[in-house]
DNA sequence: GTCTATAATTCGATAGAC
DNA sequence: GTCTATCGAATTATAGAC
């Protein structure tokens, strides 16, 4: 009952009706998070979610309204940045570069990242998103390490990384393994704040 | 060079009549190439290239086949990269930086390296032909600078440049001039060669 | 060489039966 | 809540008139 099209979720007092819809809806949210990421916004259709998601493409429907809100959905990402502040400036680098390997090939279920390089390129929507996740996650967390200027500057770094490595799958950088690709490529990122890592 | 629809350019003696053609055929991959690196490949319709270059869409599919056909003809593409054999191996990192924001930034009609970071992301084909820019024109311009594994994330480096600066559009690296990204920048790509430039 | 008309798909979205 | 049927729009590609 409670969660209907328009409704919100708070029912008050049916926990339990909830439930069956809310499977559905995240294995529904799960699909097209894993189509996005794997395809792009405009390769990605309601009707390979659903059967992804082994129901009907009209359920898709009922439960987002619309791609582009469902795809709203999948935008809601959380970088999920390390706590940077008793880490002394010398080793914030190499431990950013370390973090982010982790994060793209620690949890192969987790495609939010993959994702988001990969539509932000055709999609205005996901770029503004990424520039979002600068300033609210990024930013604040790197603040008191470095200006905004390099902070941008990492970000190139890292998402270059990315791109490279595991979406256009460059053989020089895709066959590296984590290590090798974070021994060489912390010299790099603390070059972007100086010798000394400030 | 003649070049007739499905003829492979060798006939012989007739100069004056191909040119007819072949202005309303480069003008269809100017067209093409614009809205590819500004739309990606898949947004890209035979419609809208056709209006650009002021032509019916059939005769798109007349001069190149297909919409595939067309895209790869766009995706010939030459870096024009520097002479680096006499340049110093500690201001090499410096003259590529430079060289890279000029390549995107002083052409404003050259949409080749747009086009194919734009699509590379969500193309197959695309990220082929990245990857062979790489071993073709990159990897033999610096083989002698660097090791393979180095070069590769030197490419990571740049192309993340151009998608922070150029695709994403982040604010605090779009919004900064060439010469601070290339002083802000090139340490970065130093320390990925050593203090010493190598 | 250029354009009209249209075939053949594919997709997002809607309506409604059960 | 779930599914069938379908509309309407957009696209690539082809056939053929002029």
Redesign the interface.
């Given at each position: 009952m409670t969660t209907q099209t328009g409704n919100d979720g708070r029912g008050g007092r049916e926990d339990r009706a909830v439930r069956r819809s809310d499977g559905t809806r995240a294995a529904i949210l799960a699909a097209a998070r894993y189509r996005f990421a794997e395809?792009?916004y405009?390769?990605t259709t309601i009707r390979a979610v659903a059967a992804d998601a082994g129901i009907d493409p009209a359920m898709v429907m009922r439960y987002y309204g619309s791609k582009d809100r469902l795809f709203d959905a999948a935008l809601a990402i959380d970088l999920r940045l390390p706590d940077l502040r008793d880490v002394p400036r010398a080793d914030i680098p190499g431990r950013l570069v370390r973090h982010f390997l982790a994060r793209w090939e620690g949890e192969p279920t987790d495609d939010a990242l993959l994702l988001l390089?990969?539509c932000?390129?055709?999609n205005e929507r996901a770029?503004e998103r990424?520039?979002g996740l600068?300033t609210e996650q990024v930013a604040p967390a790197l603040g008191a390490f470095a200006d905004?200027?390099?902070?941008?500057?990492l970000?190139?770094?890292?998402?270059?990384?990315a791109?490279?490595?595991y979406?256009?799958?460059?053989?020089?950088?895709a066959d590296?393994t984590a290590d090798?690709?974070a021994d060489?490529?912390t010299?790099?990122?603390?070059?972007?704040f100086?010798?000394d890592g400030g």
């Open positions: 395809h792009g405009e390769r390089l990969r932000a390129v055709t770029a990424v520039r600068l905004e200027r390099r902070i941008g500057l970000c190139s770094q890292l998402l270059g990384l791109l490279t490595r979406l256009l799958r460059v053989p020089a950088v590296l090798e690709v060489l490529y010299p790099a990122v603390s070059g972007l100086g010798r």
